[in-house]
């Protein structure tokens, strides 16, 4: 099946810095999609991506997806405490004409540990 | 909207026993999925549906069967635990057409 390659596995960083992390496929996807984890809870979806070449924020988030269709980015810009969490990227596929039936395939996370 | 609620929060089973995971969503979503989720791994689809009575395996089915009599309801069911399968369970729901995943809040299962 698909595999999605996160990286990096884990980052620790200091409150204010920039955080930069990418998710890499074998096959491409028709739809990138990035979800944050709290602990003890389930994925919330902060950003979805339908376009190659798309770029698009939500607040200090801002999430493109990769001209191959094969990649994706998520940056977050001046880091706080409360962005404290795991983060998925997930992607999905369907033919032209198909459906994917909202089929998702998940990277293994990014954990995010931001010091004060 | 209570979104999509799963009950029960924390299971432990022993080996060789059955139990139901129960997911719910009060959304009117067509499409309902259940993932585990192993520790450092992402998650990974067992079964989804794309309406009641339409149900499919995903990456992971073995050892499930799931059940989908009404638009609201997609129980989980283990039948014989194994170690294996001790794991965090979320339960996911969409309208069709578009991607946007609403997940439940989980249920922690340990088999011993």
């Known amino acids: 099946g698909q595999q999605l390659n996160q990286s990096p596995q884990s980052m620790f960083i200091q409150e204010g810095e920039d955080v930069s992390m990418n998710c890499t496929s074998s096959?491409?996807?028709?739809?990138w999609l990035w979800y944050k984890q709290d602990p003890g809870e389930g994925p919330v979806l902060l950003i979805a991506?339908?376009?190659?070449?798309e770029l698009t924020s939500n607040g200090r988030l801002t999430a493109q997806f990769g001209i191959t269709r094969k990649d994706s980015f998520l940056n977050i810009s001046a880091s706080i405490p409360s962005d404290v969490g795991i983060y998925f990227c997930?992607?999905?596929?369907?033919?032209?004409?198909?459906?994917?039936?909202?089929?998702?395939?998940f990277g293994q996370g990014t954990i995010l540990t931001v010091h004060p | 909207n209570a979104g999509v609620t799963q009950t029960p929060k924390f299971r432990i089973l022993k080996i060789g026993q059955s139990m139901t995971l129960q997911c719910a969503q009060d959304?009117?979503?067509?499409?309902m999925y259940w993932y585990r989720q192993d520790p450092g791994m992402g998650l990974k689809l067992i079964y989804y549906?794309?309406?009641?009575?339409?149900?499919d395996k995903g990456e992971v089915p073995n050892g499930y069967n799931v059940s989908r009599s009404t638009t609201e309801d997609f129980p989980l069911r283990l039948e014989l635990a194994a170690p294996s399968q001790t794991s965090v369970y979320f339960c996911?729901?969409?309208?069709?057409?578009?991607?946007?995943?609403?997940f439940g809040p989980g249920t922690r299962l340990t088999v011993l």
């Open positions: 549906s794309v309406g009641a009575g339409i149900t």
């Open positions: 997930a992607g999905s596929y369907s033919n032209a004409g198909g459906t994917s039936y909202g089929k998702l395939t």
């Open positions: 096959s491409i996807f028709n739809t």
């Open positions: 996911a729901s969409i309208r069709g057409g578009t991607d946007t995943q609403y």
């Open positions: 991506l339908y376009k190659a070449g």
């Open positions: 959304m009117n979503h067509n499409y």
